[in-house]
């Protein structure tokens, strides 16, 4: 049978599309490896220098997140333990990206944190960057204006207590935050501080590094604020 140079192209085309598939398979593949590699790495030195352990599977994939994470992870793996007094965790959750053909192509990552803190927290409260488009409008509308115009510009804080969110926002934190916590969001619930990572911010040590952000943040909170919203004994 001979093919028409219709034809030809048709199958040219396919084959072209095909041999791209795969190639972006293989290098998602690759990629993937050498993420899982640099991550055990990390895993491997938050476990000795803070003494956690080791956690993968459902058992991380069950412990607590933002709410801003809503994909079904596929595969989950991090530390936990108690850190300075308190449970503390670090999960990266990993989710496939699919083709056309409903092939894995490549990876999501997100990465979340969590800290339990002896705080009754009367309403959730969220600090997370603000975002901008191309002529600087404020993309995410603003909760609370803070007397600080620098973190406003930073930093988008939202919370339906005022009083609880007055008490928190010191200018200490405020500073730490713009200082030390560029791009990443924060939520305080259910006497939880939680922390989502951007994945563009895993460069090497990230680890460590936002374990952390949260013993950080949790211990810049005023002595005061821990005594008026004590946790719930129900």
Same mark, same amino acid.
């Given at each position: 049978m001979q093919l028409v140079p219709g034809a030809l192209l048709v199958v040219a085309m396919f084959a072209v599309l095909l041999g791209a598939e795969v190639f972006q398979g293989v290098r998602a593949k690759r990629d993937s490896e050498r993420h899982q590699a640099e991550l055990m790495d990390e895993l491997h030195g938050v476990i000795d220098a803070f003494k956690m352990s080791y956690v993968e599977g459902e058992?991380?994939?069950?412990?607590p997140v933002h709410s801003g994470w809503?994909?079904?992870?596929?595969?989950?793996?991090?530390?936990?333990?108690?850190?300075?007094?308190? /449970?503390?965790?670090?999960?990266?959750?990993?989710?496939?990206?699919?083709?056309?053909?409903?092939?894995?192509?490549?990876?999501?990552? /997100?990465?979340?944190?969590?800290?339990?803190?002896?705080?009754?927290?009367?309403?959730?409260?969220?600090?997370?960057?603000?975002?901008?488009?191309?002529?600087g409008t404020e993309l995410i509308y603003r909760d609370i204006t803070t007397e600080s115009a620098e973190f406003n510009d930073a930093f988008v804080f939202t919370c339906r207590d005022r009083r609880f969110a007055? /008490? +928190?926002?010191?200018? +200490?934190?405020?500073?730490w935050l713009m200082d030390e916590c560029s791009g990443l969001t924060f939520e305080i619930? /259910?006497?939880?501080?939680? +922390?989502?990572?951007p994945a563009r911010q895993l460069e090497t040590g990230w680890t460590a590094r936002w374990l952390g952000a949260l013993v950080g943040f949790a211990e810049r909170i005023p002595a005061f604020v821990y005594d008026d919203h004590p946790p719930s004994r129900s």
């Open positions: 058992y991380a994939a069950s412990l809503s994909s079904a992870p596929k595969h989950a793996m991090g530390v936990r333990g108690v850190v300075r007094g308190f /449970d503390t965790w670090i999960v990266e959750y990993r989710s496939p990206i699919k083709s056309r053909w409903n092939t894995t192509i490549a990876w999501r990552y /997100d990465v979340h944190g969590g800290r339990r803190i002896a705080l009754g927290v009367p309403e959730p409260l969220a600090i997370r960057p603000q975002l901008r488009d191309e002529i007055s /008490d +928190l926002m010191h200018p +200490l934190l405020m500073t619930r /259910d006497e939880m501080l939680l +922390l989502k990572i």
